[in-house]
């Protein structure tokens, strides 16, 4: 008995230090993804409030799109590739098609590498094609979300993405094998009261257990994510023997050289009454050409199913053939597809929360907050955790040099993250007009705020940089609601504020988010300015002579 519990201890040692230093590797970074990801829960209302309102009297109603889609495609052959018609208008979207063109030597899946383009018709009836310059900012964000806070989504980015998931995916297996033990015990009995480490410990091991199939499920999706390229070739060799592509293309009907012409394409009125005798609970938003003048067109109608599992961020999909109306695929599409997809898609929808409705946006912004939070307590834990206290009647002691390291390191990068976001989303307004590249100046103000902030906190110190960068972030978040009031007010003529609940919602965050900031500061100045001396958390900790 006494061996096998030795044993069992070594074990436990073991899977702790694994979940410990995969943390505190990997935990900085997810931070950022997280908190950018709870962001992005909501990227199509933060979508509509950082775009100044368009002039929608050159909409045209879905009876109306043919002509439209033929004239543009006449003057422009290039955009039958592929293009968008947009099925709802919004305060925000001036044109009902659209289309992107990827930039000279951008990465297939780089979304702000696109440079987007828009046709409609004028006042009196001319066809208009012309350069959009929709907002970068939604898409900026969940860049920093998909690659763990570096600037681009780039086949290399991604495989770094995909090695902290990977770290993550450890420290999740190994956090549990160490807290399951003793969890039952340890959940029923909370310790609140003077012993701030444990009342922490606690705390980060109930959420982790609480939110545990949350963030296996975004591991195990991160991962494919990052490394899904290499997988698919790994299968196409090993399974497939090299017909992996043929598989997919399962039940399309064979190639057709005939000569396509766009004049021949059947009205996208017809094409979602096709969708809507296949799937009346579907909700299309918008119809994707692709490909209409190739041996293999195809229209993939997007929408939403209140009581399905969305396949991708956009949403669920049927593909028909643009010129027949014959349904192609239903893979993508809830109620219609074979097991296999079901449950591949169900993993996609858990990831993008493309399920259900508002509630489940609010819940996966919880938990995307409370992840965050765990992987900022972790970093804290194991610097309390090599905390020298102050003995009787002994002079304060010098704190480990890699405990204020570390220390000074989560302070700066994780409150640098969250006072760059909010820099960059309040600067949206500040930018409309006088900034041409809108990109580059989103990048600018993010990581220019990133960078000092983490220079501030070394220079400083953590404690000091604590209270005063959560300050920074307070006022940084409340002037993402004062830029809509000032424009709302027509203080800044340039400056537009939406009436939609969706857009007012996000001043309306950011007023709650700078309350919670401001809160945190006041609670953080007591531990910094009045707590217990002998801990890098406070102003009179005695400076470091010498690196342990």
């Given at each position: 008995m006494v061996l096998q519990r030795a044993r069992l201890n070594q074990?436990?040692?073991?899977?702790?230090?694994?979940?410990?230093?995969?943390?505190?590797?990997?935990?900085?970074?997810?931070?950022?993804?997280?908190?950018?990801?709870?962001?992005?829960?909501?990227?199509?209302?933060?979508?509509?409030?950082?775009?100044?309102?368009a002039n929608t009297s050159a909409w045209v109603d879905v009876a109306d799109t043919q002509a439209l889609i033929q004239q543009t495609l006449a003057q422009d052959p290039t955009v039958a590739d592929e293009f968008f018609i947009h099925l709802h208008p919004l305060e925000h979207r001036p044109a009902a098609m659209a289309w992107m063109v990827a930039a000279e030597g951008a990465d297939e899946h780089d979304q702000l590498a696109q440079v987007h383009y828009q046709s409609f018709f004028d006042g009196d009836g001319e066809l208009v094609i012309e350069q959009a310059s929709p907002s970068p900012l939604a898409e900026f964000l969940d860049v920093l979300h998909r690659v763990v806070g570096l600037p681009f989504d780039t086949e290399y980015t991604r495989w770094v993405m995909g090695i902290f998931a990977v770290l993550y995916a450890l420290a999740l297996f190994s956090g549990l094998v160490v807290v399951l033990p003793t969890f039952a015990k340890d959940i029923l009995s909370f310790r609140l009261g003077k012993n701030r480490k444990r009342m922490w410990l606690d705390a980060h091991n109930v959420v982790g257990i609480v939110s545990l199939p949350f963030h296996v499920i975004i591991a195990l999706t991160a991962v494919g994510f990052a490394f899904h390229d290499g997988i698919y070739m790994a299968q196409d060799k090993v399974v497939h023997d090299g017909t992996l592509i043929q598989s997919f293309r399962s039940g399309l009907p064979a190639p057709d050289p005939s000569p396509k012409e766009p004049a021949d394409l059947l009205p996208p009125a017809k094409i979602l009454a096709q969708v809507e005798a296949l799937a009346p609970e579907f909700e299309p938003t918008m119809l994707q050409y692709l490909r209409v003048t190739s041996p293999m067109p195809a229209v993939r109608v997007w929408g939403n199913d209140q009581q399905g599992m969305g396949a991708r961020a956009w949403g669920s999909f049927a593909i028909l053939h643009p010129y027949s109306g014959e349904v192609l695929n239903t893979d993508y599409l809830p109620s219609h597809q074979a097991a296999a997809f079901t449950a591949i898609n169900t993993i996609f929808s858990l990831h993008f929360v493309t399920f259900g409705g508002t509630?489940?946006?609010?819940?996966?912004?919880?938990?995307?907050?409370?992840?965050?939070?765990?992987?900022?307590?972790?970093?804290?834990?194991?610097?309390?955790?090599?905390?020298?206290?102050?003995?009787?009647?002994q002079p304060l002691p010098v704190q480990r040099g890699n405990a204020r390291w570390l220390a000074s390191a989560t302070v700066g990068v994780c409150l640098g993250a969250v006072c760059g976001m909010s820099a960059t989303i309040a600067a949206t307004k500040w930018m409309h007009g006088w900034v041409d590249n809108l990109l580059l100046g989103h990048q600018l103000v993010y990581y220019v705020t990133f960078f000092l902030a983490i220079a501030w906190a070394f220079t400083v110190g953590a404690a000091r940089a604590s209270v005063q960068l959560l300050w920074v972030a307070a006022a940084l978040t409340l002037s993402i609601a004062a830029s809509s009031l000032l424009g709302w007010a027509g203080w800044v003529p340039a400056w537009w504020s939406h009436g939609s609940v969706a857009a007012l919602g996000v001043d309306a965050m950011a007023v709650m988010g700078a309350a919670c900031f401001g809160l945190m500061a006041m609670s953080t100045a007591k531990r910094v300015y009045s707590g217990s001396a002998d801990s890098v958390w406070t102003v009179e900790a005695p400076a470091v002579t010498a690196t342990d």
């Open positions: 074990w436990a040692r073991l899977y702790k230090g694994v979940h410990t230093w995969t943390g505190i590797v990997a935990g900085m970074a997810l931070f950022i993804a997280f908190y950018a990801g709870a962001l992005t829960v909501f990227k199509a209302p933060l979508e509509r409030w950082a775009s100044p309102p509630l489940e946006k609010w819940i996966y912004f919880i938990l995307a907050l409370a992840g965050a939070w765990l992987f900022y307590t972790g970093n804290l834990l194991w610097v309390e955790s090599r905390r020298r206290s102050q003995k009787p009647r």
